[in-house]
């Protein structure tokens, strides 16, 4: 089987799993990935991610232009902004997935580093994660406030929209957008009742036992 070819195969499997898990409903959240050529693979617009067909995935050169399937997801600037700024991304995950969507919501959330330290592994997975600010469906902004952080962050949440996340690969960036959603479902779970999560020096010793960029 070809790059392309498993690549397509593993979109539509990833998205059925996170669809089937009620991660993203409807026609929301979508996914890219870059192929070693440099073209990409995207969802396209409209379409559900618990019913995608290999064959009509969008597929893209390196400047966006559509060269088979069908038209790619509007929210395209989200994903173009990390391929852009961050070099090491091989793909792009953005799900609309409650619990993220719930936490940065509440007044007291840190937009800075919105997911507080529970486990080790969201630190190792998803370094701080930033809250960006509310913007209305089809604003460039959004793709301009990725672009903003200059690469330095590899997963955003859209306040009142949901969670962005870049990774290496397809299964890192679908695996970091998992462990962001199970976060802040955490973080839900367990608000005002005194959870001990982890000190300061135990932050630390994650950060710089797995050279988190923190
Ligand atoms: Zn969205």
């Not at 067909?53 to 395209?76: F, V």
């Not at 994903?79 to 090491?88: E, G, I, L, W």
């Not at 859209?158 to 962005?164: K, Q, Y």
């Not at 990774?167 to 959603?181: R, T, V």
Request: aromatic share 4%.
């Amino acid at each position: 089987m070809s790059e392309a070819s498993r690549l397509r195969e593993d979109i539509c499997r990833i998205a059925k799993s996170m669809f089937d898990r009620g991660l993203t409903c409807g026609a929301s959240g979508n996914i890219s990935a870059r192929l070693s050529d440099g073209t990409l693979l995207m969802t396209p617009t409209g379409s559900s991610m618990g019913f995608l067909d290999p064959a009509r995935i969008s597929h893209l050169d390196a400047d966006l232009r559509l060269l088979s399937g069908d038209p790619p997801t509007k929210e395209i600037p989200l994903h173009s902004a990390f391929y852009d700024t961050r070099a090491q991304t091989g793909a792009v995950v953005h799900l609309h997935s409650t619990h993220s969507v719930a936490l940065s919501m509440l007044p007291d959330t840190d937009a800075d580093n919105m997911l507080p330290a529970l486990t080790p592994y969201a630190i190792m997975r998803l370094g701080k994660v930033k809250l960006l600010p509310f913007f209305l469906p089809g604003d460039a902004g959004m793709g301009q406030a990725v672009r903003g952080l200059a690469g330095k962050r590899s997963a955003v949440v859209l306040a009142n929209h949901g969670p962005v996340v870049a990774g290496k690969d397809l299964w890192a960036a679908s695996h970091s957008i998992e462990e962001l959603e199970e976060t802040a479902k955490l973080a839900l779970m367990t608000r005002g009742m005194g959870a001990v999560g982890l000190s300061d020096p135990q932050i630390a010793a994650v950060v710089r036992t797995f050279d988190i960029d923190w």
